[in-house]
DNA sequence: TCGTGTTAGATTGTCAACAATTTATAGCAA
DNA sequence: TTGCTATAAATTGTTGACAATCTAACACGA
């Protein structure tokens, strides 16, 4: 089972990546250096390198001497996520309304049978990262691919926010008729009406969060994170 | 003039990105890990680690065994950043226009001073590098700072392109009568005319870019980067 | 029992030596 | 001179050992 090629920092990246888009790391899980060394069959330089590229999209956490933790973004962080996505996303739906084609539309019309697939044959982890890579595929019409990168962080960040304060017995973030939706008035050329569905379709997934409660209850440490001792 | 506290990571970091900003380091420039050690005064591994973070925000360029240099973003790279800003002010202004109050106001004030004592005393790299945070300042308003950062790695790019492809004669990518009326503009509340503004703003620096003739004429290695040998 | 201080273990941070690769130099033949 | 090959130098990549720091367990006194 093990490639004979070992494993670059980019690869790790993208498991650990994949386990938060997939929900199997909660945020504020501890990632020690030794056992993804073991996992990976890396040395420790390359999960180092790994940490830092994924600290740099906010996945995870580095503190000096206490090693990497999956991220916990705050409430304000997460207001803010949401806010740029409906930014970042109405900006470029103007962008590509204009340069939809047969083409681009076919892929989005795999995908969402992509979903319903998944859905129906139970692999609910395979359902919710393809619920955000609809996302992905939607912004990747606009043929920029800066701004493209851009919101993958913040579907990564969604992730972790919907982990955090998102309904705990619904498993996504993304109802999947709301992306039906948006493809059908792309079909139709309906600028307005995909706009003010996917505008829709994001305030409902924000709405649904409960920032109230205790945060994870077992995590005095985050909970208390904000306390400076002098 | 050696801190006793060795630097680290992002302070070497810092230093690139200002050394780019103030255009000091051209695009193209190879980057040596013994020299800037030397410089620094810090280890390999912080270097190393600077140089991880610079890529991830498209400063710096990695190749495998041929070390690190500073960015030349490709004509399409460019295109894509200007893009990406026009979007992204645009929409942090609409944010902006609400939160707009006197202590705001009088923070651009402030800068357009600042830009204009640089520019007066003939401090032109400082000038250089105000004109890039003007846009930052603007962006801050919004009080966004996922979008904030992502800006700044925009601005950061944009100055690359225009030490690539701006005009050689002209130091800045920015005019300062530009960012006065910017400012005016949103002292009187009117978003459409400062909108306008910006925008005409950016197409006006994007418009004196050339793509035509050569590069750099000094770094064949960079003019024929996208020819890859089997 | 609870809180505090101390010690042992585990984890991360740093550095220097070594290996692998690339780049530059020198020599030689056409 | 040009082109090629082989050697030498320089640069980057990796590993392992050691130092610094944090975490957890434990003993002790109130």
Not at 28 to 41: H, R
Not at 116 to 133: D, F, H, P
Not at 224 to 229: D, E, G, P, S
Request: net charge negative; glycine share 6%; charged share 25%.
């Amino acid at each position: 089972m093990a490639n004979a090629a070992p494993m670059t920092d980019e690869d790790v990246c993208a498991h650990i990546r994949d386990s938060v888009l997939e929900r199997r790391l909660a945020p504020g899980t501890k990632l020690t250096e030794e056992s993804l060394c073991a996992i990976f069959g890396v040395g420790r330089t390359t999960i180092r390198r790994a940490f830092l590229l994924l600290k740099r999209d906010n996945i995870v956490e580095l503190h000096r001497n206490r090693g990497a933790m999956i991220a916990s973004p705050s409430p304000e962080e997460a207001q803010q996520v949401f806010e740029s996505r409906r930014l970042v996303e109405k900006a470029l739906l103007e962008q590509s309304i204009g340069k939809i084609n047969a083409v681009s539309l076919e892929t989005l019309e795999v995908h969402l049978k992509e979903e319903q697939g998944a859905l129906a044959s139970g692999n609910i982890a395979r359902w919710i990262r393809l619920t955000g890579e609809f996302h992905m595929h939607l912004a990747r019409q606009a043929g920029n691919e800066i701004m493209s990168a851009f919101l993958e962080q913040l579907v990564f960040q969604t992730s972790l926010i919907v982990a955090l304060y998102g309904p705990s017995n619904s498993g996504s973030n993304c109802n999947g008729d709301d992306h039906r939706n948006i493809v059908d008035a792309l079909k139709s050329k309906d600028l307005d009406s995909a706009t003010s569905q996917l505008m829709h379709h994001l305030q409902e997934i924000e709405s649904q969060l409960t920032f109230g409660g205790p945060q994870a209850a077992d995590d005095l440490q985050a909970a208390f994170a904000n306390v400076r001792t002098a």
